[in-house]
């Protein structure tokens, strides 16, 4: 069985100086938490705030990406930068952990399609449309305004240029008339690699159940994310009557502004403490939505995308990378034999990974650029 988490935010951790080699406090992800997980690879999303211009957002991915590198060339005995589904089967038979490479929000390419390939070409192999603000893309589900109605003029360039490099198409945080166009443009499977279910938790960042056939019906795929509040409505209410989100919020800043302050970094882990100590709802929410995908679409369209890393809160039980075998516990609580579990646990999304893959170029010749 090969375990793969399709989203966490690590490469900001990294630039924020952890130490990938320790069992950290306050971390989700670090090389001791994932060997105890059994996790074998995972994308590690290089995140750009919508906030940044896309200059901005291009300088700052590619100094994570740097931090990322310098990671893997010190740890040659224990990751490998990976570039498809073959060569994850091949690291986890050599006992490597594989790190694929995404890009959170497509602002950074700008309006340019060459740098959309000058990422490819660094490693990345899904990007995530947008983010919270809507960009020369798309719209984001997080906007209440809508420029484009969807994807832009330019968004559909760009999902028919992710399509010819095999590069998967990432519909997390885009408005639900951007994934709809998405479908209507893309010629190969797309992935939603960190999204919930909205008929259990009604946020606009989880997917309808219409969004999840259609999704399906493409042979795509949806990842369970673990994030509290997109797993449970309730968590909501409890997080914005802590009054914990402000005052903690200013804190993050600061501590991102300069990662190297104890004192900024110790303020820090106090509200994630605070957080922790929250009532939360249980992993085995997780399950919950695994289950509604399944009840909709079946077994081959749903896996783990946990968001660690991007979160300051994680479920009860699910506090970091070495607790996921417990979600597949769960899972065969509930009957799933162990080819399904498979499934689950990686073989869908490498799947649909493999599929953009083999579809890429198929209908051109010559040069994607």
């Known amino acids: 069985m090969f375990v793969l988490d399709s989203h966490c935010d690590t490469p900001s951790q990294i630039f924020r100086l952890r130490d990938m080699t320790l069992d950290n406090d306050h971390s989700h992800v670090d090389f001791p938490k994932l060997r105890r997980g059994g996790i074998d690879g995972a994308f590690w999303a290089l995140y750009v705030p919508a906030d940044m211009s896309s200059e901005a957002g291009e300088e700052y991915a590619y100094k994570m990406l740097g931090s990322v590198m310098s990671v893997l060339e010190s740890n040659p005995d224990k990751a490998a930068l990976t570039l498809s ?42 990007m995530t449309l947008s983010h919270s603000a809507n960009n020369l893309i ?18 559909r ?25 998405v479908l209507e443009c893309s010629r190969a499977p797309v992935v939603a690699s960190h999204s919930c ?30 994030f509290p ?11 914005d009557g802590s009054g914990i989100g402000e005052h903690g919020e200013a804190i993050e800043q600061e501590f991102i502004a300069c990662p190297s302050d104890t004192g900024r970094r110790a303020a820090w882990y106090g509200v994630l403490d605070e957080l922790d100590a929250l009532e939360r ?15 909709l679409v079946g077994i081959d369209h749903v896996g783990l995308g946990s968001d660690f890393d991007g979160i300051a809160v994680t479920p009860r039980g699910m506090e970091d990378a070495s607790c996921f075998p417990v979600i597949f516990d769960e899972l065969r609580r509930r009957g799933y034999s162990e080819p399904d579990v498979e499934k689950i646990a990686g073989a869908n999304f490498l799947r649909v990974f493999s599929e953009v893959r083999r579809l890429s170029g198929s209908s051109c010749s010559g040069s994607v650029r």
């Open 85 to 126: 589904p073959e060569q994850a089967l091949a690291n986890k038979a050599a006992g490597l952990f594989s790190v694929f490479l995404a890009l959170e929000n497509g602002s950074p390419i700008g309006g340019s399609l060459d740098k959309l390939h000058d990422f490819y070409d660094a490693g990345i192999r899904y």
């Open 157 to 181: 360039e760009v999902v028919e240029h992710m399509n010819r490099l095999g590069m998967m198409i990432d519909v997390s945080h885009i408005s639900d008339e951007s994934f709809y166009d």
């Open 229 to 239: 509040v997109f797993l449970d409505g309730g968590f909501g209410k409890i997080l």
């Open 281 to 295: 709802p249980s992993y085995k929410r997780i399950a919950d939505h695994i289950d509604h995908v399944v009840s």
């Open 197 to 226: 279910c909205r008929a259990l938790a009604g946020h606009p960042r989880n997917m309808t159940d219409d969004m999840i056939r259609a999704l399906a019906a493409a042979g795509g795929v949806i990842q369970i994310n673990f």
């Open 138 to 155: 798309c719209d984001s589900c997080a906007s209440d305004v809508r420029k484009w109605n969807g994807l832009s003029p330019f968004g």
